[in-house]
């Protein structure tokens, strides 16, 4: 198997390439829906205005996530268990939303306006926590409980719905901005992945610490109304680049077109599939713009739906799409389907990630948090999964790429699948000493009552974990995209954030059926309020089995997939 078997494209953009010296060559525009220059549009120039958006969207996202599960308990008095259970719900929601966004701007509003559009939903629902924190609503005479949860709730799922667009369409749209076509811009296109997560990383440090010690020392209004106007200043400098921008044609609904596929098979189940492949059905003409895919031999129902006639003749009128669908149209279903073995392991991966928002920062706060003459808050150890990302982005993408590349030949330098299984196994790691800290913990409290354990201890496990993000996370990013059909670029990423909400569904459910199960018959179980009585390190070390459980699925689906696109290509 040659070593770029793995990540040969299965779409042939066909351009006419006398233009493509001038003009972009995978059918981009300008914002007046010409043919994009690449001179005077796209590349980095433009990137900077889409990095910036996701910047500021990013404070505002983890100005509130990395502090809520305090807040829950501080201000609402929920418990930690249903405190945990609610920022898990909230974020996996936030995670699950860029299905909608990815499906309006591949379908109808475009990714530019959807992400504009979006970004307006985030500030009213930022707007609304600012309200429900002041002191002004607090001391109202109206004021009660239930109101109070009403009202943060409401301005949490509104900031949820709004940031659905934001997350799929940001990757989806910075990677629009280099040729596809061309050899130099494609190599680039893989650096903007990295810088795109540097940015989110820059934006999540300063919450961690800045927005974090604003909340707890000056006031939670503050603390919200801050972010919410720096991203009010993101998004004019959005709009402000829209000139620079190259834009992707819309390409019908994909979904829509998933669909079809499904059905049409469905209604041909009865239909032989021919020896020839290339008896099936295909559009006869390529224009500008158009993709062609490869046909491929992997599950092959769907082949059905691309049959003419049970006799292989060409139909003497045009037939509804609902019953007969393109090769290229059955090889994006396929292309999708491919990526779903693969997509279940990050699931995996963000089971354990969910943990800096919930069991983690529960740990911290039974830690001592003082570390020499500072109060480290609990929720701001996640600056330590920061600073991995931060620091080993840049050496990644300056050094070992360039290393790597030399060794094995990529243009990447590694692999997709070898970079998502680095992080994959960087998770158990850092569950297992998340394990033998809790246990080391519990040995302190025990022996001499009220001594408690410096939380300088937890860093260790944010920094591994941020060195798994930078391998898991963005070898996702890259992989979705480019596995994903032309029409489909915005979902293929959409993908990965689907893959943080049902993990932190996941991670919701798991954590209330442990405490109800290891609490039968009385006891305290894994994870009571007052951790000194559980057992926290028997649920990290769950969590390291798994972890070693999804590593090892995941090497069986890299082979698999691996084979396939061999098969593909030959």
């Known amino acids: 198997m040659e070593a770029s078997d793995e990540e040969r494209p299965l779409i042939h953009h066909l351009p006419p390439q006398e233009q493509c010296s001038k003009y972009t060559c995978d059918g981009t525009v300008n914002i007046d829906s010409k043919p994009a220059l ?3 549009t796209g590349n980095w120039r433009a990137c900077f205005f889409i990095l910036g958006v996701e910047f500021t969207e990013c404070i505002c996202f983890y100005g509130v996530s990395k502090n809520l599960v305090t807040y829950l308990t501080s201000v609402l008095h929920e418990s930690n ?3 945990a259970q609610s920022v898990s719900i909230w974020i996996g929601s936030c995670f699950f939303t860029p299905l909608i966004g990815a499906f309006l701007a591949d379908t109808y509003w475009g990714r530019y ?19 429900s924190a002041s002191p002004l609503f607090q001391n109202a005479s109206f004021y009660n409980g239930g109101i109070s949860r009403l009202t943060v709730y409401l301005g949490l799922y509104l900031f949820a719905l709004g940031t659905g667009g934001i997350k799929p369409n940001i990757p989806a749209f910075g990677a629009d901005q280099f040729d596809g076509a061309d050899p130099v811009e494609r190599v680039t296109k893989g650096s903007f992945f990295n810088w795109y997560y540097f940015s ?3 934006g999540s440090l300063l919450s961690s610490t800045v927005v974090v010690w604003v909340q707890d020392n000056i006031g939670w209004s503050v603390g919200f109304a801050g972010p919410m106007l720096l991203l009010g200043f993101g998004l004019a400098m959005f709009i402000a680049g829209r000139r620079a921008y190259r834009y992707k044609k819309l390409g019908g609904s994909p979904l829509t077109r998933v669909f079809q596929v499904l059905v049409a098979a469905v209604r041909n189940h009865r239909l032989n599939l021919p020896d020839d492949s290339s008896l099936l059905h295909e559009l006869p003409g390529v224009t500008e713009g158009d993709y062609r895919t490869q046909h491929t031999y992997q599950f092959r129902f769907l082949d059905k739906a691309a049959i003419l006639s049970d006799k292989n003749c060409a139909p003497a009128a045009p037939s509804s799409p609902w019953r007969l669908c393109t090769v290229s149209q059955v090889e994006e279903l396929k292309m999708l389907l491919r990526t779903f073995p693969v997509w279940a392991s990050l699931v995996g991966f963000f089971m354990v990630t969910a943990q800096m928002t919930s069991t983690l920062i529960e740990q911290g706060v039974a830690m001592d948090g003082r570390v020499g003459r500072f109060t480290v808050p609990p929720a701001s150890l996640a600056t330590f999964d920061v600073v991995a990302v931060l620091a080993l982005i840049p050496v990644y993408d300056a050094a070992l790429v360039p290393l790597a590349r030399r060794v094995t030949g990529r243009d990447r330098g590694f692999s997709h699948m070898q970079r998502i299984g680095v992080g994959l196994a960087l998770s158990a790691v850092a569950m297992a000493y998340s394990a033998l800290v809790e246990a080391r913990r519990l040995a302190m409290a025990a022996a001499a ?3 408690r354990m410096s939380i300088a201890w937890q860093v260790p496990s944010f920094f591994v974990l941020g060195a798994g993000e930078v391998f898991a996370v963005i070898g ?4 979705c995209y480019e596995q994903s059909p032309a029409s489909m670029k915005s979902l293929g990423t959409a993908l990965v954030q689907l893959a943080v909400a049902v993990a932190n569904y996941l991670n919701s459910g798991m954590l209330r059926v442990v405490a109800a199960a290891t609490a039968r018959g009385g006891g305290a179980g894994w994870i009571p309020d007052k951790l000194d009585e559980g057992h926290l390190d028997y649920f990290f070390w769950m969590m390291a089995a798994l972890s070693v459980l999804n590593l090892l699925q995941f090497l069986h689906c890299s082979i698999r997939f691996r084979g396939n696109n061999t098969l593909s290509s030959s």
């Not at 306006?113 to 309200?131: F, P, Q, R």
């Not at 996702?476 to 992989?479: A, G, N, S, V, Y």
């Open 113 to 131: 306006w959807t992400v504009v559009m979006s970004i307006l939903v985030i500030i009213l629902g930022m707007i609304v926590l600012t309200v």
């Open 38 to 40: 690449k001179q005077s």
């Open 81 to 83: 268990v249903n405190a």
């Open 476 to 479: 996702m990013l890259e992989f």
């Open 449 to 451: 009552a009220g001594t």
């Open 200 to 202: 989110i990383n820059v």
